[in-house]
């Protein structure tokens, strides 16, 4: 069974981020994707009172699993009222647009009302 929660434990979540590359801030949040002790995928966020930003989506090459793993991040945010969603440019930028959630590329808005609504195919 695949389970795709928050993690709690802030040396693990620096250890995701370590995998990608990222520096971890105060704010720096992670969602796993598991399979018993496997894990399948994970996203890592900076997550504030007004927002998230989506900083890494893995894996990049599942839009499914992307796609869910996507959604427990947003979840997590919208759960804490957090409704700005943003994202960091590169790699996410092209699996968040394979997904539809770019609202504005411009302002790197994330359309976060898409949790709300099923995946329409795109995933």
Known sequence: MITVAP????????EYYKKAGINADDCAGCVAAKSGGAVLGFCLYTLTEKGITVLFVAP???????DGILRSALH???S????????EGGKTEVLLSKLG?????????V???KLFRGCGGNC
């Open 101 to 109: 959630f770019i609202l504005d590329k411009n302002s790197k808005k």
């Open 7 to 14: 993690v709690k434990d802030k040396n693990e979540i620096k």
């Open 60 to 66: 990049d090459d599942d839009l499914s699993l992307a």
């Open 111 to 113: 359309d976060i009302d």
């Open 76 to 78: 997590v945010a919208a």
């Open 80 to 87: 804490r009222g957090a409704m700005d969603a943003r994202y």
